[in-house]
Nanobody, 121 residues
Framework: VQLQASGGGLVQAGGSLRLSCSAS????????MAWFRQAPGKEREFVAA????????RYADSVKGRFTVSRDNIKNTVSLQMSSLKSEDTAVYYC???????????????WGQGTQVTVSS
């Protein structure tokens, strides 16, 4: 069972970046998927989640209107489209799977390995 995240990198403030996460070894549609992030010296925090069929989503207030989470249950992938990036979005981003429509780290069943996003101002 594995979650493999990709797509991180260095981007200027105001720019865009798309993260992807590929899942293997699990029945993908049985899991809600989410993105969390962790900045240096800070706790890991919720960013966005998408429910099992992809219809329902939720976002942290700090990214609402700028980030869009989506999933493809055929390809077993979840994506995070990030726009209007700010320096405070700089963090390691983790994809996560949960049997719940996850909002907290304690609800996560499986973590991916993380991908670094750096936003330069």
């Amino acid at each position: 069972v594995q979650l493999q995240a990709s797509g991180g990198g260095l981007v200027q403030a105001g720019g865009s970046l798309r993260l992807s996460c590929s899942a293997s070894g699990l029945t993908f549609s049985d899991y809600a998927m989410a993105w969390f992030r962790q900045a240096p010296g800070k706790e890991r925090e919720f960013v966005a989640a998408v429910a099992y069929t992809g219809v329902i989503t939720r976002y942290a207030d700090s990214v609402k209107g700028r980030f869009t989470v989506s999933r493809d249950n055929i390809k077993n992938t979840v994506s995070l489209q990030m726009s209007s990036l700010k320096s405070e979005d700089t963090a390691v981003y983790y994809c996560a799977a949960s049997t719940r429509f996850v909002r907290t780290v304690n609800e996560v069943t499986l973590w991916g390995q993380g991908t670094q996003v750096t936003v330069s101002s």
